[in-house]
């Protein structure tokens, strides 16, 4: 009943400028039309899912025009594009984000109020797309919102995972996992594309045949092939009107095969022939530091690898007979070696089904990729063995042979006397398994290689690819990561955005640099009382969402004391742990000194099958219990942990934080990008000497950041030196207090052996140096203590950590690549230029 009255109106106008239109009596309109139209729902019934589902095409709707314009403009331009080669995206909810971009949170706001809806209880029913694991896969969601705000042609190419990153559930204080099911009730961001599909082959043999000129040829004859068929979702520029183009590819099963097994009869063999095939994008592997010689895990790289590669093809032959000038249309980037396969991909093309000829096919290969290492973890660089990938790529095992045949005579005339260094570099690694080492085969491949964070590509350099460094020195660059303002300030803190837009007017997000407008205000007492109801609200908000997730009470006007991220041993959580244990044993024993109220919150998931980082898990919640309960500690100290820590929930927390752990071994966080979210939004930072700690650092001010521990040079030395960490244990008295606790079954309802495992860790081997880098933390944590109780100190810190952080910007980041790898220029779209009409 009132839906049709409130849609009449609108019927009555032929202007597509009116359906679309972005004021709130337009938006409402066009909203109630969804609800009948998409939803098929009348107002009595519709639920909160249905509200969510009409206003996200509400707002797609008006995405579109500027999505097709784009697409015409960088077509008739024929501009030069850069693909991103991602096998994660972790794009985090998109309604709120989509509203900013287009400028109508406050339409929208209007618009839902006029129909009795409060607008962030629709946000709040998007489930997360939660296509990554952690920095790597919200870096390349950054770096799309970057590109489409510069006026960047661009594509992000990646895997649609029906299944993301498990949701964690906690029971009884250990992580379980449970099937994320961001798909199940449709995901209106995204557009099949039925008819985009490119099949994908794996298997079989390669047969040598001689062409019609008489020309030796190889040809691939799998065993098996698939289809990738696009689904496409549109990212818009913020203040611009580019909407670039996310790609991601979904697998579904070929013909050829089944067809045979059908026609021998065996049913169920076609069928399960066809659900192996879609098994391809079912789900997405839950390590953030790959877990090595997974099968499907190559699978789903060479898959959706092909499919773009093939895509980036097909564009290209629209304008050009032939695949010369590739490397001038595209400039591929490859997020981590996860792509790689890449480079043998795209030289299989060149050769096999263009005939082009190898020293040609490996210009083109070798200057149209770049790549960016995210990690020296020896333990997570990729290698694949020989057997593996001959096995489901004999082809491209054979063009990496060839590769590296060519490669090594190379080396070998270079460095006659040096086999040692050519065994060193070569693609293929000796031994009693032989495997392909996928960074070899991305740094040969590329044109440019660059590490994330100033310190981690110097060790890019020194250490994991130092010998290609030495060879080709000018193709070893550094970009330091960045995050997006827009979902990191606009709209996950509209305070500080309220703040940013007083001083620096709207539209500040498009340069991060207006951000040290807020600096000359840093000692000013008014601003500086603005500046803590602001972080007071946003403390609110999260002691709100900490109840509600855990039933936990937190003290907003306690320091809240935060580290959110993956668990892993080398970001040592556990060192957290240990301080907060220690802080514990203080009060009990009556010798505390630093009477600052603390709230420690943690988040962060564990790969399913590390047990270290489950049993870290469940120490933070066994410590949890012990003090939360406890009324001599817990007017002091709380402890909590949030569960399912995702894009949705991270937005709740940096806003909220005081104090930013970033607490890594020196040399292992390859950059982070949560300490720079943290800083955006006023914290002050605790952390080593690692990664981007280094120039946060450095850009807000030494007196601004607590600074501790092992420098790089100080690890290698002490690792060298043979390091024990009984020593350490046996000299410092609290420490051993803290640690002895921790093996008394405290924590574990009188069992001494649940944390035997990290404990005996911590004693006898202790590869991530927490027991020589505890004391100067728990020196700087009292610092931080200490200086918390200066409110006005404080919040200067505060207000100069957010206004010297513009740097981190991925804006900045995506400048750099620009200019500095993909030499590719702006493309601005307007709107204004087209007829108006939709096509
Ligand atoms: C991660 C690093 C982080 C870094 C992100 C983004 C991998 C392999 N690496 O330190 O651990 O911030 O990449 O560059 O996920």
Redesign the pocket.
């Given at each position: 009943g009132t839906a049709r009255k409130e849609r009449a109106p609108m019927h009555g106008s032929s202007d597509e400028r009116t359906r679309t239109g972005m004021s709130p009596e337009s938006l409402k309109r066009a909203f109630v039309d969804s609800m009948f139209y998409v939803q098929a729902r009348y107002w009595e019934v519709a639920t909160p899912h249905d509200l969510y589902m009409a206003a996200a095409y509400t707002v797609r709707d008006r995405m579109l025009e500027r999505w097709i314009r784009t697409a015409e403009t960088y077509r008739k331009a024929d501009a030069r594009t850069v693909c991103y080669l991602s096998a994660?995206y972790l794009l985090g909810p998109q309604l709120g984000n989509n509203l900013i971009n287009l400028g109508i949170v406050d339409s929208a706001r209007q618009g839902a109020r006029d129909l009795g809806i409060d607008l962030q209880e629709i946000l709040d029913q998007e489930p997360e797309p939660g296509l990554g694991?952690?920095?790597?896969?919200?870096?390349a969601a950054c770096y799309l919102d970057s590109l489409a705000t510069l006026s960047i042609p661009a594509i992000g190419y990646g895997i649609r995972y029906e299944h993301g990153i498990f949701d964690q559930k906690i029971v009884d204080g250990w992580q379980v996992e449970d099937c994320d099911l961001w798909l199940t009730n449709g995901n209106p961001w995204e557009i099949p594309r039925p008819l985009l599909r490119y099949p994908v082959r794996f298997g079989g043999h390669t047969e040598p045949y001689t062409d019609e000129h008489g020309r030796f040829r190889v040809r691939w004859v799998p065993e098996l092939d698939l289809y990738g068929m696009a689904y496409d979702t549109p990212v818009l520029g913020f203040g611009n009107d580019n909407t670039n183009l996310l790609r991601l590819w979904h697998a579904t099963a070929g013909r050829s095969f089944d067809l045979q097994a059908f026609h021998k009869g065996d049913y169920y063999g076609a069928v399960n022939a066809k659900v192996g095939a879609e098994n391809i994008t079912k789900v997405l592997y839950p390590n953030?530091?790959?877990e090595v010689g997974k099968e499907l895990r190559l699978k789903q790289q060479y898959f959706f690898v092909s499919c773009s590669l093939q895509d980036m093809v097909r564009v290209h032959l629209q304008h050009a007979p032939n695949l010369e000038g590739f490397h001038e249309r595209f400039a591929a980037q490859l997020n981590?070696t996860h792509p790689s396969i890449a480079v043998a991909e795209l030289m299989r093309l060149c050769l096999d089904e263009h005939g082009m000829d190898w020293e040609r096919a490996w210009e083109i290969t070798r200057r149209t990729f770049a790549y960016?290492n995210?990690?020296l973890?020896p333990e997570?660089l990729e290698t694949w063995p020989v057997e593996l990938f001959g096995r489901l790529l004999p082809r491209h095992l054979e063009i990496i042979y060839e590769i590296n045949a060519r490669f090594l005579d190379e080396l070998r005339m270079r460095y006659p006397f040096d086999p040692e260094r050519v065994a060193r570099m070569s693609l293929i690694e000796e031994g009693p398994v032989r495997r392909v080492r996928m960074a070899h085969l991305a740094t040969v491949g590329s044109f440019a290689v660059n590490g994330?964070?100033a310190i981690?590509s110097e060790l890019v350099k020194s250490t994991v690819l130092r010998d290609f460094h030495e060879l080709w020195p000018e193709k070893f660059h550094n970009i330091t990561?960045g995050v997006t303002p827009r979902r990191f300030i606009q709209l996950s803190n509209p305070d500080l955005c309220g703040i940013i837009t007083d001083l620096a007017g709207p539209g500040w997000a498009r340069d991060a640099e207006n951000l040290r407008t807020l600096e000359p205000h840093a000692d000013d007492a008014a601003f500086q009382q603005r500046w803590q109801a602001m972080k007071r609200a946003a403390k609110e908000r999260l002691a709100a969402r900490i109840r509600e997730a855990t039933g936990a009470v937190v003290d907003p006007q306690s320091l809240f004391d935060i580290q959110v991220k993956?668990i892993h041993e080398y970001k040592r959580q556990h060192l957290n742990l240990l301080h907060i244990v220690a802080l514990y044993h203080r009060i009990k024993q009556g010798t505390d000194s630093d009477p600052t109220p603390r709230t420690f919150v943690f988040g962060g998931k564990a790969a399913p099958g590390y047990f270290m980082a489950k049993l870290i898990i469940k120490l933070i919640h066994s410590v949890a219990e012990v003090i939360n309960r406890d009324p001599e500690v817990n007017q002091r100290l709380r402890v909590v942990f949030v569960p399912n820590f995702n894009v949705k929930n991270a937005e709740c927390i940096y806003p909220a934080a005081d104090l930013s752990e970033q607490i890594?071994t020196a040399g292992?966080?390859?950059?982070?990008?949560?300490n720079m979210k943290f800083s955006m939004n006023g914290a002050l930072t605790i952390g080593t000497l690692d990664?981007?700690n280094v120039e946060i650092r450095d850009a807000v001010g030494h007196e601004n950041f607590f600074l501790f521990g092992l420098t790089v040079a100080e690890v290698e030395r002490t690792l060298a030196e043979g390091y024990r960490p009984w020593e350490y244990y046996r000299s410092h008295d609290e420490l051993r207090e803290v640690i002895d606790l921790l093996r008394s079954g405290l924590f574990s309802h009188g069992d001494p052996d649940l944390f035997r495992p990290l404990t005996d860790s911590l004693l006898q081997h202790d590869p991530y140096l927490l027991l020589a880098d505890y004391p100067a933390y728990v020196e700087a944590q009292a610092r931080a203590g200490d200086a918390f109780r200066d409110p006005a100190g404080w919040t200067r810190m505060s207000i100069l950590n957010a206004a010297r952080t513009g740097f981190f910007s991925s804006d900045r980041a995506i400048r750099e690549y620009c200019r500095n790898i993909w030499q590719v220029e702006p493309m601005p779209v307007s709107l204004a230029a087209g007829n108006g009409s939709v096509p």
């Amino acid at each position: 009943g009132t839906a049709r009255k409130e849609r009449a109106p609108m019927h009555g106008s032929s202007d597509e400028r009116t359906r679309t239109g972005m004021s709130p009596e337009s938006l409402k309109r066009a909203f109630v039309d969804s609800m009948f139209y998409v939803q098929a729902r009348y107002w009595e019934v519709a639920t909160p899912h249905d509200l969510y589902m009409a206003a996200a095409y509400t707002v797609r709707d008006r995405m579109l025009e500027r999505w097709i314009r784009t697409a015409e403009t960088y077509r008739k331009a024929d501009a030069r594009t850069v693909c991103y080669l991602s096998a994660e995206y972790l794009l985090g909810p998109q309604l709120g984000n989509n509203l900013i971009n287009l400028g109508i949170v406050d339409s929208a706001r209007q618009g839902a109020r006029d129909l009795g809806i409060d607008l962030q209880e629709i946000l709040d029913q998007e489930p997360e797309p939660g296509l990554g694991n952690g920095g790597l896969g919200r870096l390349a969601a950054c770096y799309l919102d970057s590109l489409a705000t510069l006026s960047i042609p661009a594509i992000g190419y990646g895997i649609r995972y029906e299944h993301g990153i498990f949701d964690q559930k906690i029971v009884d204080g250990w992580q379980v996992e449970d099937c994320d099911l961001w798909l199940t009730n449709g995901n209106p961001w995204e557009i099949p594309r039925p008819l985009l599909r490119y099949p994908v082959r794996f298997g079989g043999h390669t047969e040598p045949y001689t062409d019609e000129h008489g020309r030796f040829r190889v040809r691939w004859v799998p065993e098996l092939d698939l289809y990738g068929m696009a689904y496409d979702t549109p990212v818009l520029g913020f203040g611009n009107d580019n909407t670039n183009l996310l790609r991601l590819w979904h697998a579904t099963a070929g013909r050829s095969f089944d067809l045979q097994a059908f026609h021998k009869g065996d049913y169920y063999g076609a069928v399960n022939a066809k659900v192996g095939a879609e098994n391809i994008t079912k789900v997405l592997y839950p390590n953030d530091e790959p877990e090595v010689g997974k099968e499907l895990r190559l699978k789903q790289q060479y898959f959706f690898v092909s499919c773009s590669l093939q895509d980036m093809v097909r564009v290209h032959l629209q304008h050009a007979p032939n695949l010369e000038g590739f490397h001038e249309r595209f400039a591929a980037q490859l997020n981590d070696t996860h792509p790689s396969i890449a480079v043998a991909e795209l030289m299989r093309l060149c050769l096999d089904e263009h005939g082009m000829d190898w020293e040609r096919a490996w210009e083109i290969t070798r200057r149209t990729f770049a790549y960016t290492n995210h990690t020296l973890l020896p333990e997570a660089l990729e290698t694949w063995p020989v057997e593996l990938f001959g096995r489901l790529l004999p082809r491209h095992l054979e063009i990496i042979y060839e590769i590296n045949a060519r490669f090594l005579d190379e080396l070998r005339m270079r460095y006659p006397f040096d086999p040692e260094r050519v065994a060193r570099m070569s693609l293929i690694e000796e031994g009693p398994v032989r495997r392909v080492r996928m960074a070899h085969l991305a740094t040969v491949g590329s044109f440019a290689v660059n590490g994330v964070a100033a310190i981690h590509s110097e060790l890019v350099k020194s250490t994991v690819l130092r010998d290609f460094h030495e060879l080709w020195p000018e193709k070893f660059h550094n970009i330091t990561n960045g995050v997006t303002p827009r979902r990191f300030i606009q709209l996950s803190n509209p305070d500080l955005c309220g703040i940013i837009t007083d001083l620096a007017g709207p539209g500040w997000a498009r340069d991060a640099e207006n951000l040290r407008t807020l600096e000359p205000h840093a000692d000013d007492a008014a601003f500086q009382q603005r500046w803590q109801a602001m972080k007071r609200a946003a403390k609110e908000r999260l002691a709100a969402r900490i109840r509600e997730a855990t039933g936990a009470v937190v003290d907003p006007q306690s320091l809240f004391d935060i580290q959110v991220k993956r668990i892993h041993e080398y970001k040592r959580q556990h060192l957290n742990l240990l301080h907060i244990v220690a802080l514990y044993h203080r009060i009990k024993q009556g010798t505390d000194s630093d009477p600052t109220p603390r709230t420690f919150v943690f988040g962060g998931k564990a790969a399913p099958g590390y047990f270290m980082a489950k049993l870290i898990i469940k120490l933070i919640h066994s410590v949890a219990e012990v003090i939360n309960r406890d009324p001599e500690v817990n007017q002091r100290l709380r402890v909590v942990f949030v569960p399912n820590f995702n894009v949705k929930n991270a937005e709740c927390i940096y806003p909220a934080a005081d104090l930013s752990e970033q607490i890594s071994t020196a040399g292992k966080e390859a950059s982070g990008t949560g300490n720079m979210k943290f800083s955006m939004n006023g914290a002050l930072t605790i952390g080593t000497l690692d990664g981007a700690n280094v120039e946060i650092r450095d850009a807000v001010g030494h007196e601004n950041f607590f600074l501790f521990g092992l420098t790089v040079a100080e690890v290698e030395r002490t690792l060298a030196e043979g390091y024990r960490p009984w020593e350490y244990y046996r000299s410092h008295d609290e420490l051993r207090e803290v640690i002895d606790l921790l093996r008394s079954g405290l924590f574990s309802h009188g069992d001494p052996d649940l944390f035997r495992p990290l404990t005996d860790s911590l004693l006898q081997h202790d590869p991530y140096l927490l027991l020589a880098d505890y004391p100067a933390y728990v020196e700087a944590q009292a610092r931080a203590g200490d200086a918390f109780r200066d409110p006005a100190g404080w919040t200067r810190m505060s207000i100069l950590n957010a206004a010297r952080t513009g740097f981190f910007s991925s804006d900045r980041a995506i400048r750099e690549y620009c200019r500095n790898i993909w030499q590719v220029e702006p493309m601005p779209v307007s709107l204004a230029a087209g007829n108006g009409s939709v096509p």
